[in-house]
């Protein structure tokens, strides 16, 4: 196992091709819950962990039953299945578990479904063929990148409430544009390592 | 959803207009930033759209009556999934330019939000062809907005339309790199918003 590569896939993905900024998946979400700093930070917790164990969930039901079996057409089908299962479970699970916890992060859990990146993560592993541990550090890195994206939208936005935009800009148009500016900031990463 | 029946066409119009997928719902955002650097990337997209929504409303509508409750999502997500798994099929037989630089987007058809809501709130609920009509709505309304971002998109930041040149040179890079995708959405979306307020007395997008 080489530990500099999979350091370079946790950067890489989660800075020069940031889901959100570069590849654009996850914008429900990315502008749904980044009101408020709280459930910014609630939300990235939840959707790194979720992310990493559904990308080793998927990566051993593909190398294992998918290639076997020849049957790699159906991965969209297949993936988007393990991800509604797990997540289904994970619910269930942490109601019975930890309530606590339960209240804090299940509504983060139960939008999980809706996230695009969720499934792009699994076909992008299955796609370039990353062994087990790159496909963990290529979720992890997706996972923290999400979050990073998240909690500098969060903070912007809760300055902007006191903002005087445009009437018809207020709300999502100058999220969108303020979103323009960060991915522009962004750019700036890439050529940072080259894979 | 409205508690008269409403006919047909309203469905259509509501559809492409009234509850605009991208500038009045704002869903589905991902792909419209994603792919309409170009107009042929844009419309090819639309049109997947338009096809799967088409048809998932459809099917779940036949089915209502057989879907319990209670496991509905899964069977949503298997159906348009499904549908996903066609298109996807099709375009890398057919479309293989195209679906090179837009194939990872056709497959997260399957996590779109807008699908999905609609077969939840309309086609779970409605009969088979007004389920249709508001399916067919929804997605022309959604090709719409995609026409309309990737027309400027590309005329601004390449000069050209449909790859045909019009203007000499590179006029803004900026509209056809990332950064330029989220500030075309948001200055068009602030665009509909004004129409809206200053002609039809509205009050802006929902969702904020």
């Keep these: 196992?080489?530990?500099?590569?999979?350091?370079?896939?946790?950067?890489?993905?989660?800075?020069?091709?940031?889901?959100?900024?570069?590849?654009?998946?996850?914008?429900?979400?990315?502008?749904?819950?980044?009101?408020?700093?709280?459930?910014?930070?609630?939300?990235?917790?939840?959707?790194?962990?979720?992310?990493?164990?559904?990308?080793?969930?998927?990566?051993v039901v593909y190398q294992f039953i998918m290639i076997p079996y020849e049957l790699t057409f159906l991965k969209i089908i297949i993936f988007i299945g393990v991800v509604a299962a797990f997540v289904q479970s994970a619910d269930t699970i942490?109601?019975?578990?930890?309530?606590?916890?339960?209240?804090?992060?299940?509504?983060?859990?139960?939008?999980i479904t809706t996230n695009c990146i969720i499934i792009a993560v699994p076909l992008k592993n299955a796609g370039e063929h990353?062994?087990?541990?790159?496909?963990?550090?290529?979720?992890?890195?997706?996972?923290?990148?999400?979050?990073?994206?998240?909690?500098?939208?969060?903070?912007?936005?809760?300055?902007?409430?006191?903002?005087?935009?445009?009437?018809?800009?207020?709300?999502l148009p100058i999220s969108f544009i303020i979103a323009g500016l960060i991915a522009l900031a962004f750019t700036g990463f890439s050529g940072l390592i080259t894979l | 959803m409205s508690l008269k029946p409403k006919s047909n066409w309203e469905l259509i119009k509501n559809g492409m207009f009234g509850e605009n997928t991208?500038?009045?719902?704002?869903?589905?955002?991902?792909?419209?930033?994603?792919?309409?650097?170009?107009?042929?990337n844009g419309v090819a997209l639309g049109v997947s759209v338009v096809f799967v929504q088409t048809m998932v409303n459809f099917t779940v509508s036949l089915l209502r009556k057989f879907i319990h409750p209670k496991i509905r999502i899964p069977i949503f997500m298997l159906i348009i999934a499904g549908y996903v798994t066609i298109i996807d099929m099709l375009m890398a037989t057919y479309a293989r330019a195209i679906y090179k630089e837009i194939g990872l987007y056709?497959?997260?058809?399957?996590?779109?939000?807008?699908?999905?809501?609609?077969?939840?709130?309309?086609?779970?609920?409605?009969?088979?062809?007004?389920?249709l009509c508001d399916g067919f709505g929804m997605g022309v309304g959604f090709l719409l907005a995609m026409i309309v971002i990737s027309f400027f998109r590309e005329l601004l930041g390449k000069g050209e339309l449909f790859g045909i040149s019009l203007i000499a040179g590179n006029p803004l890079l900026i509209m056809i790199l990332p950064?330029?995708?989220?500030?075309?959405?948001?200055?068009?979306?602030?665009?509909?918003?004004?129409?809206?307020?200053?002609?039809?007395?509205g009050k802006g997008a929902s969702g904020v």
Excluded: H
């Design chain 1, 94 to 111: 942490m109601k019975k578990v930890s309530p606590t916890l339960y209240y804090k992060l299940g509504v983060y859990l139960a939008l």
């Design chain 2, 179 to 201: 950064a330029g995708g989220f500030l075309a959405v948001g200055l068009l979306m602030g665009f509909f918003n004004w129409i809206d307020m200053r002609f039809f007395g």
């Design chain 1, 1 to 59: 196992m080489d530990f500099g590569k999979l350091f370079e896939l946790v950067v890489a993905s989660s800075l020069i091709n940031n889901f959100v900024f570069t590849m654009f998946l996850g914008l429900c979400i990315f502008f749904g819950v980044s009101k408020k700093m709280e459930t910014a930070v609630g939300m990235s917790i939840t959707f790194t962990m979720v992310m990493v164990v559904s990308a080793a969930l998927s990566w």
């Design chain 2, 22 to 40: 991208i500038f009045r719902m704002a869903i589905s955002l991902c792909p419209s930033i994603a792919v309409t650097n170009g107009l042929k």
């Design chain 2, 106 to 131: 056709i497959q997260i058809i399957v996590a779109f939000a807008s699908i999905f809501a609609r077969a939840e709130v309309f086609a779970n609920k409605n009969k088979v062809f007004s389920s």
């Design chain 1, 130 to 171: 990353y062994n087990f541990f790159e496909s963990l550090a290529f979720a992890l890195g997706s996972g923290l990148g999400f979050g990073l994206a998240l909690v500098i939208m969060a903070s912007i936005r809760e300055k902007l409430e006191v903002a005087d935009v445009p009437r018809p800009f207020r709300g």
